[in-house]
């Protein structure tokens, strides 16, 4: 379980984290919430070792981290089996199935939709065989139908591999029907863990952090969040 | 036609070598050549042919060497010459000359050195993740100054400038051995560069040795860039033309599959380029580098303009 001790992080001498500590749940989806600016993506950079905390520990760091972002660039035209190779040469039958990827295989990537290049790209992350998949607001480009296919693949995929999963998602509403975790940074670097099912009805600590009135409305068997 | 393509760039090489080997201030009949005749042979092989080879492999070398950059960059706009790497070899190969004339005979190995060493201080002082207009336009900053101190350093001593038209066997025979000892470098580290398709950020997370892999990179290419400077000069923007040449002719090719046509087209510009420049108005002989510099100069400047996938990226 990847555990985060007492770490800081301290950018041009402004303080980000303080004296974190937090353990992500394993087997699991986890998702980080948290107003623009307060050190999302920072966190995440910490987690994979791309940058070093200014004090404190990252332990049990798993060997096979993958990573996914908003908007992932490539150098090369390459097509869909070529970046799947990139990651592991051998193609995953039931990941290809998943993502319905076989009739693009060939196709190059510039030449698909969005959705369809995030969907080869979440190929490409689960080639890898992580042992915690990162996703960085993977669904911000995407239209509505893509959004929900890319998050019930995953959920899909996650639940069948038991992969660690932590995913940065603006969409609360999606934050709460996609994961089983909360992850709830603050603007004072503070970061609060709960049980999806908890957190959703802390009504007023979510508000707070995103300095926006909020209401729960239930309708037939769902429960919303919504900007007063 | 895709399949021939590559034949088709090397038979033109060929025979452009043939019309070279010919054609010049005297010219030569294909009779006498067949027919033995001595004088014809003796100028083919102590002025013509070894002219020829530095031009076959100096134009392959300058394409691969762009080719290979824009590869570990990541970015399409650069060359050793736009990145100031040519014109700072050849100030410091003349700096070294000047000061040790004794190294005179193994000037393209020294122009090999100085090579290596411009190219790890640039990328050593360079600011790392650079827009690429940025990192254009740093380079042509430092092309600039050290052309300068060439001209300024050439007229006040007198050192006479590198051309095509005063080389040797042993000078070609140099070059061949750069030549290979930059292939060595490349083929150790030549897997890993498939995976500059990928953001610097997912080929670490995949475990690849992206910076390793980088400088084998730039030691062969600035290897290859001083030694073939030492004997032809400065020829600015082909490296980065030339790339574009291959990919505009087959534009669903990954870089690493670009690389024979990429050098074909570097040696058969730079060699029908140089053969223009010694007859068009022989017995007087014009700057090589100028002639080619009319070509790549305008076409890096349509490149530009039309933008197109790379330039943005």
């Known amino acids: ?228 | 036609m895709q399949k021939y393509y590559r034949f088709i760039l090397a038979g033109l090489v060929l025979i452009s070598v043939v019309i070279a080997l010919l054609v010049g201030s005297t010219t030569i009949s294909l009779a006498a050549v067949l027919h033995g005749q001595p004088d014809a042979w003796q100028l083919i092989i102590n002025y013509r042919l070894p002219r020829i080879l530095v031009a076959v492999i100096s134009g392959a070398l300058i394409g691969v060497s762009g080719l290979l950059m824009q590869v570990v960059l990541r970015n399409h706009l650069v060359d050793n010459s736009i990145l100031g790497i040519m014109n700072g070899s050849q100030f410091l190969l003349m700096a070294i000359l000047v000061i040790i004339p004794s190294m005179l005979d193994f000037n393209v190995v020294i122009g090999g050195i100085t090579g290596i060493l411009l190219t790890i201080a640039w990328f050593l002082v360079s600011p790392k993740n650079q827009a690429p207009l940025r990192l254009v336009l740093l380079g042509i900053a430092t092309a600039m100054t050290f052309q300068a101190l060439t001209n300024i350093a050439s007229e006040g001593l007198g050192v006479p400038l590198p051309t095509l038209s005063t080389v040797d066997w042993s000078q070609v025979m140099q070059l061949i051995i750069m030549t290979i000892l930059g292939c060595l470098l490349l083929i150790m580290i030549w897997p890993n560069l498939r995976y500059f398709a990928l953001p610097t950020r997912q080929v670490k997370l995949l475990g690849i040795a992206e910076q390793k892999t980088t400088w084998f990179v730039l030691l062969a290419v600035g290897l290859w860039t001083g030694a073939l400077t030492s004997l032809i000069g400065i020829v600015f923007f082909l490296g980065a033309i030339l790339p574009e040449i291959s990919r505009f002719m087959s534009p669903n090719k990954k870089s690493q599959h670009l690389i024979w046509p990429t050098a074909l087209w570097g040696s058969l510009l730079l060699l029908n380029a140089d053969t223009i420049a010694r007859t068009i108005l022989a017995p007087k002989e014009l700057p090589t580098s100028a002639i080619l510099l009319v070509i790549s100069g305008p076409l890096f400047a349509l490149m530009l303009i039309k933008g197109g996938y790379h330039a943005r990226h």
């Open chain 1, 1 to 228: 379980m990847l555990d985060i001790n007492h770490l800081s992080f301290n950018r041009d001498n402004h303080q980000l984290f303080h004296d974190l500590s937090v353990q992500l749940p394993d087997h699991q989806i986890t998702a980080l919430i948290g107003p623009n600016g307060v050190g999302k993506s920072t966190l995440i950079q910490l987690l994979t070792g791309e940058l070093l905390p200014t004090s404190g520990t990252i332990k049990n760091r798993p060997k096979r981290i993958a990573l996914l972002s908003q908007h992932n660039q490539l150098f090369e035209p390459l097509t869909v089996r070529e970046l799947l190779a990139l990651a592991n040469d051998t193609l995953d039958p039931a990941v290809m199935q998943t993502l319905q990827l076989d009739a693009l295989l060939d196709k190059e990537m510039t030449t698909l939709s969005g959705g369809q290049q995030q969907l080869a790209w979440l190929g490409f992350v689960l080639q890898q065989q992580p042992d915690l998949l990162i996703l960085d607001e993977p669904t911000t480009f995407l239209d509505l139908h893509f959004q929900e296919l890319f998050l019930k693949t995953l959920q899909q995929l996650q639940q069948e591999r038991q992969t660690t999963v932590l995913m940065v998602l603006h969409d609360l509403n999606q934050a709460f029907r996609y994961s089983q975790n909360i992850w709830l940074l603050q603007q004072t670097g503070n970061l609060i863990s709960a049980p999806a099912t908890q957190m959703h009805h802390q009504v007023d600590l979510l508000s707070d952090a995103f300095k926006t009135p909020l209401q729960l409305i239930k309708s037939a068997d769902q429960v919303i969040l919504q900007p007063k």
